[in-house]
């Protein structure tokens, strides 16, 4: 991830981050500190599978500190979605022509995207089929496989 990316996160999102990169630095990290000690006082490291997990465990808990840093630099916050149109922050209701089956989902940026939640990132295909568009519209959603076209139920 570039720096210069622009991070789309809601006001909620944000303060998941921030409480999270406070539970990596305050929490997991001295945890990891000291497994790494214990493991050293054991002796010879050459061997020594606990000393090898606990500097795998630092590699991955340093990563995602400098990946949340970064995020954190370079956000944007979701503003309160206008209601007239489809955009970022928007939850939007949309009914899948071919089948008549109905969706809810709520645009968020690519970070906070979690599709059992029914959050999808504003780069996905349904999201750019979205875009800008009002209630009562049909949109065709571009996807790898295939197209196919939805309607815009209702935008909140």
């Given amino acids: 991830m570039s720096s210069k990316t622009p991070v789309y996160l809601t006001q909620k999102g944000l303060e998941e981050l921030k409480e999270e990169l406070d539970d990596l630095i305050n929490v997991k990290r001295p945890a990891n500190i000291q497994s790494i000690k214990e493991a ?17 465990e630092q590699a991955v808990l340093e990563g995602r500190i400098k990946k949340i840093e970064q995020m954190l630099e370079n956000y944007t916050i979701i503003e309160e979605a206008a209601k007239d149109k489809v955009s970022l922050g928007s939850t939007v209701t949309i009914r899948y022509i071919d089948d008549d089956e109905s969706d809810e989902y709520m645009i968020v940026g690519s ?15 349904i999201a750019k089929a979205l875009m800008n568009h009002k209630a009562g519209e049909v949109v065709t959603v571009e996807s790898p496989n295939g197209s196919y076209q939805i309607e815009i139920t209702e935008i909140k």
């Fill in 40 to 56: 050293r006082a054991l002796g010879d490291l050459s061997e020594n599978a606990d000393y090898d997990a606990a500097r795998n």
């Fill in 111 to 125: 970070q906070e995207a979690d599709p059992f939640a029914s959050k999808i990132s504003n780069e996905s295909p």
